[in-house]
């Protein structure tokens, strides 16, 4: 779906869920039940490539035949380790299960992801991205594709064609423009909201125009905390952006770019100023009049997810029913 057409949809289809693939699947599926009975619209699953995560193709597979409404998004699936061929054929089958449910978002994790835990060699990440999203796009749209690539060689044939949504993941400016020259939609995760007004949609709006293909929708991560204490919102926000900034270096990179150099020495000022630019909290008035105001800025969609406080499993519900309460 475009960009334009993502903001002619009711708010409710706008705003997602995301859970984190770090428990028992057991707990994730009742999660995504529990998401559809409030009346969320979309969740977003993603593993990350952590060994602890559950699989997010093989949660879909089995949420798809316990719900019957809700979209199933992926945000992400490192591409990596996965060849496209068998990215396709898990596709394939998630699709039959869910048919016009499945949006795929994949990306090419980092480099800490791919190369230190993986043990496999990254090189010309964007540049992999870009030939993977065209040989998945060959096979699930177009049925069979012949490709001379220089990470991917061959002819992959195929006789079915199902146009799945395909998503990547962005963070830098030019993360941002090959979303907009390739993909059906760019994810962002954990960036600050003025970074993505000023800095990534621009981007994502230049490689559409370059490649003369309407403009993708962005998919906005946020964190939502359900309190009016800022301290204890500001708290708990600044060690997840600590770890993030701490563990992947392209963050660090980010962060220092945007302005911000020593959030990752732990520079409590910075941590704060991101914090207050990546976290929605307050009351639940509040909080939807800021998820109003974020979907009429420029951000097509949004992907929530649950920074807890106080009570994890109270406040996870709350969530659920703001959102599925939201305009329809």
């Given at each position: 779906?475009l ?23 057991g707990?994730?599926?009742a999660?995504?039940?529990?998401a ?13 490539g ?6 997010t ?12 409404r ?7 699936v ?8 068998v ?13 016009g ?9 980092g ?11 990254q ?8 030939e993977y ?20 060689k061959?002819?992959?044939?195929s ?13 830098g ?11 059906d939609?760019?994810?962002s ?17 230049a ?6 293909r ?9 964190l939502?905390a359900?309190?009016t ?12 952006i ?15 770019q945007?302005?911000?150099p ?12 991101l ?12 909080i ?34 703001l ?6």
């Amino acid at each position: 779906m475009l960009s334009a057409a993502v903001r002619e949809r009711p708010l409710r289809d706008r705003v997602g869920v995301t859970i984190l693939a770090n428990q028992a699947t057991g707990d994730i599926l009742a999660a995504i039940r529990e998401a559809e009975q409030a009346g969320v619209q979309q969740v977003w699953v993603g593993d990350m490539g952590w060994a602890n995560y559950a699989d997010t193709l093989t949660i879909f597979a089995a949420a798809a035949t316990q719900t019957e409404r809700i979209r199933l998004g992926t945000s992400i699936v490192a591409a990596y380790p996965r060849h496209p061929l068998v990215m396709a054929r898990q596709t394939l089958a998630l699709h039959d299960l869910a048919p016009g449910r499945v949006r795929l978002g994949i990306g090419p994790g980092g480099r800490a992801v791919i190369e230190d835990w993986h043990g496999l060699s990254q090189t010309a990440p964007r540049s992999y991205l870009k030939e993977y999203v065209e040989v998945l796009r060959g096979l699930l749209w177009e049925g069979a594709t012949s490709y001379q690539g220089r990470f991917f060689k061959g002819m992959f044939p195929s006789t079915r064609t199902v146009r799945v949504p395909l998503l990547i993941s962005a963070l830098g400016a030019k993360g941002f423009r090959l979303a907009g020259e390739i993909a059906d939609g760019a994810l962002s995760y954990l960036c600050p909201v003025p970074y993505l007004q000023q800095i990534a949609l621009p981007a994502l709006r230049a490689g559409a125009e370059a490649k003369s293909r309407p403009v993708p929708p962005i998919a906005a991560h946020l964190l939502v905390a359900l309190s009016t204490n800022e301290a204890t919102v500001l708290a708990s926000a600044r060690q997840q952006i600590y770890f993030v900034a701490q563990s992947f270096e392209q963050y660090a990179r980010l962060f220092a770019q945007i302005g911000w150099p020593e959030a990752v020495n732990g520079d409590e000022a910075q941590l704060d100023v991101l914090a207050r630019s990546i976290v929605i909290s307050g009351d639940e008035a509040s909080i939807c009049s800021r998820v109003r105001e974020l979907v009429t800025s420029g951000l097509d969609e949004l992907q929530l997810q649950l920074l807890p406080i106080a009570n994890e499993a109270r406040e996870r519900k709350q969530l659920l029913q703001l959102i599925g309460s939201l305009e329809a």
